[in-house]
């Protein structure tokens, strides 16, 4: 054991008891040793709720009441909720259809969201219209509740661009896979939202692996000088591709918000409800001047990292199904029957509509033509540039030289 | 012992030789435990050798490389891995105004044996940052020395000769020749790190190229030929320092000289060799210097790539207007 890891255990020991977090996983655990402890970790976070977890449907769509959060949830309507499980039915099935895609060949890539339906869209369906959202490259759901065309989110795993959509068209800026990066394009434009004195609300996406980078660190340093309104959703899906949380943290990442003075919040990440309901919190307080808050969905990615990946190599298939026990879809649509919420004819039709949703993803990526050449030399500056429009004659004239040894 | 082996495979065997040899050397970086690296580079060494010597770093580039350079301070020959080129900036910070200075800055008292691999370039059909060539960046920083190998031996050589440098070295692993296989000698005697080769004979032109570019200049020369040409291939194998003595020697027996790099051409390393050339081969040159690389434009999504990087084509072009002049 080096002198580095048991520094951290003893510093996380008393991390834990003196902030009194007596529902967090690291309290009570240590002293065992690293693997041990994981282990015992991932076990007692598959079961369930654990005290410290906003939860307000549990894994068999009981409702359980929640002092501090029912009120932000309490309007909700039957249609409501079923409007967020058709939303959760239709990203699961575009990301299937996505997934299916990459293995035939149509995309390049795929950065499936499988297991993370509930946190995206309980998250995405508390926003308002003029709030922004800074995603990573993985929030398909968070897309379509912002009425992306869920077709432009192919172009860039296709190859086609780099983007795909206007970010100013439905305030959800582009993907970013430099990872952290948007954390501080968020509080940027945060900081400006409330220079120019409007109530709009900011949201970054990131992941629990991103939450190592000294960029997100900044963003919260920031955030909380300038009061910006931007909520921080981390998805702790608990991988950063073949690393484990604990490979990042050794303390529940929302309480990293404390150290930076602001509220940090962990929600049970697969209740689209707690989602909703504690995202729609965190966005109130950013609405009224408060600042930002640290929202932790701790869920799960159920397929791999990314269509490259191979999570064989590095995790237990016990592990998924232990999640899959606590899936998003699945827990509202045993509340929606069992409130008689909704009948066989509703989730029929969903079915229906889900297929045609697929086709359409389908036929529209196969028709998705290849760019232009000359896509190349666009838009590297909005001003021009003498260099690339030379560039740009050169090759022309080199593209031309093929056409006219063929004789075109 | 020679042995035919990917590049990927010649750089894990280098690893693990360097491991077994020097108990100082560490391996750090995102996913190289388990996993193996995204491309599999380091497969095998964490099972072997221990988390406390093959170390999964927390996702914070500038973390791996700061870290690296405490490590280092403390005795230890740390060589991390950033995972794609794109991402080396995060740790740009630290390896401009930390790394590259700190032997210069300590009067020399204290070395920086300090090996950062970054997987770069094209050609494998990725999403953005993950096809850059950012070698220029990093060239033009005194401290650092840069190096590219082309093939599995090479990459086993250089690799064991940069953990045992007492310098920063940056190594440019050229990714889409991971799986090119070659003939690896492990009790070979290496040529010097940062010495060109000659992999072709030629008297009519030199092409000079390093990492990625180099097979495809192999392939211009063969081209080529079939017309009547007779290309000379310069591997220069290192960027920084750069071999201007074998570009040199080169070129006053072709006297011409095409620079292929993937990198932007614009105050790319083909502009550095070009203008030195210049000034030492003035005479002896037939044609200015020409160089094929990329465009002044972000790497271009996958579907464009093709037009984007060097291909057979624009090399074989640049050597007729060469031969033209
Ligand atoms: C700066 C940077 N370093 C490395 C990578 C490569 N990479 C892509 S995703 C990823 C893991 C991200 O994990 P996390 O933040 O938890 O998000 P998740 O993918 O699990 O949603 C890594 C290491 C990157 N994109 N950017």
Redesign the pocket.
């Known amino acids: 054991m080096t002198v580095e890891s048991t520094a951290a255990r003893t510093s996380r020991r008393s991390a834990g008891s003196k902030a009194g977090t007596s529902g967090t996983k690291a309290a009570g655990t240590t002293g065992t040793k690293g693997t041990t402890r994981t282990t015992a970790r991932k076990a007692a976070a598959a079961k369930g709720a654990e005290p410290g977890l906003v939860q307000l449907l549990t894994p068999e769509g009981k409702r359980v009441k929640n002092a501090e959060y029912d009120k932000y949830v309490s309007g909700i309507t039957a249609d409501d909720l079923r409007g967020l499980y058709r939303d959760m039915v239709l990203t699961r099935r575009f990301d299937a259809e996505a997934t299916a895609l990459q293995r035939q060949g149509e995309l390049g890539l795929w950065a499936s969201l499988l297991g993370q339906e509930a946190a995206q869209i309980g998250s995405g369906r508390a926003l308002r219209d003029d709030d922004y959202v800074f995603p990573?490259y993985?929030e398909h759901g968070v897309a379509w509740c912002r009425g992306v065309d869920p077709t432009n989110l192919l172009g860039m795993f296709r190859g086609v661009n780099n983007g795909g959509w206007d970010p100013n068209g439905n305030n959800f800026h582009l993907y970013t896979?430099?990872?952290?990066s948007q954390t501080l394009h968020a509080t940027g434009y945060a900081m400006g939202v409330a220079k120019d004195g409007a109530d709009s609300a900011v949201i970054a996406y990131?992941?629990?692996?991103?939450s190592s980078?000294g960029d997100v660190a900044e963003s919260f340093t920031f955030s909380a000088v300038y009061n910006a309104p931007v909520v921080f959703f981390c998805?702790n899906?608990q991988?950063?591709?073949s690393e484990p949380t604990e490979k990042q943290t050794r303390v529940p990442l929302y309480q990293r918000a404390q150290g930076y003075g602001f509220p940090g919040v962990r929600v049970d990440g697969n209740d689209v409800l707690a989602t909703l309901a504690v995202t729609r919190w965190a966005l109130e307080r950013a609405r009224a001047g408060e600042g930002p808050t640290l929202v932790e969905a701790y869920t799960y990615?159920m397929g791999a990292?990314t269509t490259s990946d191979d999570p064989t190599r590095y995790r237990h298939d016990d592990e998924r199904a232990a999640w899959e026990a606590k899936d998003p879809l699945l827990r509202l649509r045993r509340h929606l029957e069992a409130a008689h919420h909704a009948d066989e004819g509703f989730f029929a039709e969903l079915e229906a509509e889900s297929e045609t949703l697929g086709k359409r993803v389908r036929e529209a990526v196969r028709a998705m033509p290849d760019p232009d050449h000359f896509a190349i030399f666009e838009n590297v500056y909005a001003d021009g540039h003498a260099l690339v429009d030379e560039e740009r004659a050169q090759f022309a004239a080199y593209q031309a030289s093929f056409a006219d040894a063929e004789g075109v | 012992m020679a042995e035919k082996m990917a590049l990927a495979k010649a750089i894990n065997e280098s690893l693990r030789r360097a491991l077994e040899a020097d108990p100082k050397v560490l391996v750090m970086g995102?996913?190289v435990g388990k996993l193996g690296g995204v491309f599999r580079v380091t497969d095998g060494l964490q099972k072997d050798f221990g988390d406390s010597r093959v170390i999964d770093t927390p996702?914070a580039?500038s973390g791996i490389v700061g870290t690296a350079i405490g490590l280092a301070l403390r005795g230890y020959r740390p060589v991390v891995e950033i995972?794609?080129d794109g991402?080396v900036f995060?740790a740009y910070d630290q390896i401009v105004t930390q790394l590259a200075k700190m032997h210069a800055r300590s009067l020399g008292k204290v070395k920086m044996p300090v090996v950062v691999r970054i997987p770069y370039g094209g050609g494998i059909g990725a999403v953005e940052h993950h096809s850059e060539s950012p070698e220029a960046l990093f060239a033009h920083v005194a401290g650092l020395k840069i190096v590219s190998p082309s093939n599995a031996s090479d990459a086993y050589w250089m690799m064991q000769q940069a953990i045992q440098s007492d310098d920063p070295v940056i190594y440019f692993e050229p990714k889409r020749r991971y799986w090119d296989k070659a003939e690896v000698d492990t009790e070979a005697i290496p040529a010097p790190l940062h010495r060109a080769q000659v992999v072709r004979e030629g008297t009519d032109l030199t092409l000079a190229a390093y990492g990625p570019m180099v097979k495809l200049c192999q392939e211009a020369a063969a081209a080529a030929a079939e017309e009547g040409k007779s290309l000379e291939v310069l591997d220069l194998r290192s960027v920084s320092p750069l071999d201007f003595d074998s570009v040199q020697a080169s070129v006053e027996k072709t006297r011409r000289l095409v620079v292929v790099h993937e990198a932007p051409v614009f105050f790319g390393s083909g502009a550095e060799i070009a203008a030195r050339i210049t000034e030492r081969c003035f005479y002896h040159l037939e044609a200015p210097v020409l160089r094929v690389g990329g465009y002044h434009a972000p790497y271009p999504p996958a579907r464009l790539e093709e037009s984007y990087l060097p291909d057979l084509d624009r090399v074989l072009d640049a050597v007729d207007r060469s031969l033209a002049y």
Not at chain 1, 206 to 210: K, V
């Open positions: 990573t993985r896979i430099v990872i952290g990131f992941g629990d692996g991103a980078q998805q899906n991988w950063a591709i990615r990292h | 995102e996913d996702l580039e995972q794609f991402f995060p």
